[in-house]
């Protein structure tokens, strides 16, 4: 039972999953991929995502996790059907966690989607949500300078709010109530895009659903942490280490600080 969960992500985006995770499952074992050295993967070829996929769930896979998460939004639309077919354990994805929080929530049924070039185009979110409620307007939209901007840690700046503001003007025309925050990076800057949205629209946070979503399988499966013992969670990045274990940290916080980490650079790519 003490086997660890596996959260793979194209950079530190994932974070937000293991956050989430971390206060939700404090027994759990974490061990955390972030492909930095390749982000972002929204504007790459579906094929090329797929085959990154492969090689990160690969390497996880030594370390025996009772798990696999894939808490990247790109990699969830275009992969996650091909990594469920060459494992064993469970794989789960972000996308209809948060599309099933969005349909629970929204009133007047018209739903706001921002993700990476891949995920929008992939139409993966239009596809949950109208499998939810077929009646669902559904306004999607691609949003390619945030994964950047958070992936250089820069989530509170004039230049961010600049990007979102000019980035969102679009859908700040529109009648939507609800906004899926459709990648797992986008959390990072929630506060700068309530701020441009308004406090009318209720975000919708991918990374909150697929941690609960996480835990009521472990439960089910009767398959979660059972020992007292402090986990000792893995941290993995493919890139430069040091921008990664500052956001980490930052973003982590206290659950960091009070938990034994293992920081690691695997040679895979």
Same mark, same amino acid.
């Given at each position: 039972?003490?086997?660890?969960?596996?959260?793979?992500? #194209?950079?530190?985006?994932?974070?937000?999953?293991?956050?989430?995770?971390?206060?939700?499952? %404090?027994?759990?074992?974490?061990?955390?991929?972030? @492909? &930095?050295?390749?982000?972002?993967?929204? %504007?790459?070829? $579906?094929?090329?995502?797929?085959?990154?996929?492969?090689?990160?769930?690969?390497?996880?896979?030594?370390?025996?996790?009772?798990?696999?998460?894939?808490?990247?939004?790109?990699?969830? $639309?275009?992969?996650?059907? @091909?990594?469920?077919?060459?494992?064993?354990?469970?794989?789960?994805?972000?996308?209809?966690?948060? $599309?099933?929080?969005?349909?629970?929530?929204?009133?007047?049924?018209?739903?706001? +989607?921002?993700? &990476?070039?891949?995920?929008?185009?992939?139409?993966?979110?239009? !596809?949950?949500?109208?499998?939810?409620?077929? #009646?669902?307007?559904?306004?999607?939209?691609?949003?390619?300078?945030?994964?950047?901007?958070?992936?250089?840690?820069?989530?509170?700046? @004039?230049?961010?709010?600049?990007? +979102?503001?000019? #980035?969102?003007? #679009?859908?700040?025309?529109?009648?939507?109530? &609800?906004?899926?925050?459709?990648?797992?990076?986008?959390?990072?800057?929630?506060?700068?895009?309530?701020?441009?949205?308004?406090k009318e629209i209720t975000l919708i946070s991918s990374a909150d659903e697929t941690?609960?979503?996480?835990?009521?399988?472990?439960?089910?499966?009767?398959?979660?942490?059972?020992? @007292?013992? !402090?986990?000792?969670?893995?941290?993995f990045c493919s890139g430069e280490p040091r921008?990664?274990?500052?956001?980490? !940290?930052?973003?982590?916080?206290?659950?960091?600080?009070?938990?034994?980490?293992?920081?690691?650079?695997?040679?895979?790519?």
């Amino acid at each position: 039972m003490q086997q660890p969960i596996a959260i793979l992500d #194209s950079g530190v985006g994932g974070l937000t999953v293991v956050k989430e995770v971390m206060r939700q499952l %404090p027994r759990e074992k974490i061990i955390y991929f972030g @492909d &930095t050295a390749r982000a972002p993967y929204g %504007p790459r070829p $579906a094929e090329e995502v797929t085959r990154f996929t492969r090689e990160i769930v690969d390497y996880l896979i030594q370390y025996r996790p009772k798990m696999l998460v894939i808490a990247c939004n790109t990699a969830t $639309a275009v992969a996650l059907e @091909d990594i469920r077919s060459r494992v064993s354990i469970p794989v789960v994805g972000v996308i209809h966690p948060g $599309a099933r929080a969005a349909n629970g929530r929204t009133q007047r049924g018209i739903i706001g +989607v921002i993700g &990476t070039e891949g995920t929008i185009r992939s139409g993966a979110y239009e !596809q949950a949500l109208k499998q939810l409620s077929p #009646s669902v307007e559904v306004i999607s939209l691609a949003c390619p300078r945030f994964v950047p901007l958070v992936e250089q840690g820069n989530f509170r700046s @004039d230049e961010t709010y600049a990007a +979102v503001s000019e #980035s969102l003007e #679009s859908l700040k025309q529109r009648k939507l109530d &609800t906004l899926i925050l459709g990648c797992t990076h986008y959390p990072f800057l929630a506060e700068t895009i309530a701020e441009v949205m308004g406090k009318e629209i209720t975000l919708i946070s991918s990374a909150d659903e697929t941690a609960r979503e996480i835990s009521t399988i472990l439960y089910d499966r009767n398959r979660m942490a059972r020992s @007292d013992d !402090q986990p000792v969670h893995q941290f993995f990045c493919s890139g430069e280490p040091r921008m990664f274990k500052s956001i980490t !940290q930052q973003w982590l916080g206290e659950q960091i600080e009070l938990t034994p980490v293992v920081w690691q650079v695997p040679n895979i790519v």
